[in-house]
């Protein structure tokens, strides 16, 4: 099994990630991945408008782009074998995202248990310091949930 610092494990989550069907059909792609830390980002699209008179994002949009990217750091956090499933999520929805910009999830697990990964984020559209939403979440390890060895054919 490799361990979390592997790149092998790494180049796993980023392949198992992206080929999740609802980060395809966003378009949420991953822009870096360490141990404990992810970025990914989503650009945007008329399609994920949710209210089409003034064009702004969906608040579903902000909910997976920073639910997919904390458990993603969650992920990179732990050994390959592990399940990760989203125990709590508390989302902050700061203002709403700019129209036509990109927005970016970051998150950091900060902290892992033998059964629990801590993470806080929160998303952006390039400036941090400003962010459209941030939370923190736990999830759950080595239960039912999302892992490599389902998400990769072998």
Not at 16 to 27: K, Q, T, V, Y
Not at 108 to 118: G, M, Q, W
Not at 126 to 143: E, I, K, Q, W
């Amino acid at each position: 099994m490799p361990a979390i610092s592997e790149p092998s494990h790494l180049a796993q989550l980023t392949a198992a990630f992206e080929g999740i069907p609802h980060c395809r059909e966003l378009g949420l792609k991953i822009v870096s991945l360490k141990p404990r830390l992810a970025v990914m980002a989503l650009d945007y699209d008329d399609r994920l408008i949710g209210n089409p008179k003034t064009g702004i994002l969906h608040g579903a949009v902000i909910s997976t782009v920073i639910d997919t990217t904390a458990g993603l750091a969650a992920a990179a956090s732990v050994p390959a074998d592990s399940a990760v499933a989203t125990l709590d999520l508390r989302i902050d929805y700061l203002k709403p995202a700019q129209i036509g910009k990109a927005i970016f999830g970051e998150a950091e697990c900060y902290k892992i248990t033998s059964s629990v990964a801590f993470v806080r984020g929160l998303v952006h559209q390039g400036d941090r310091d400003h962010p459209v939403a941030h939370c923190v979440a736990t999830f759950m390890l080595n239960s039912t949930g999302f892992s490599i060895d389902q998400a990769v054919p072998r």
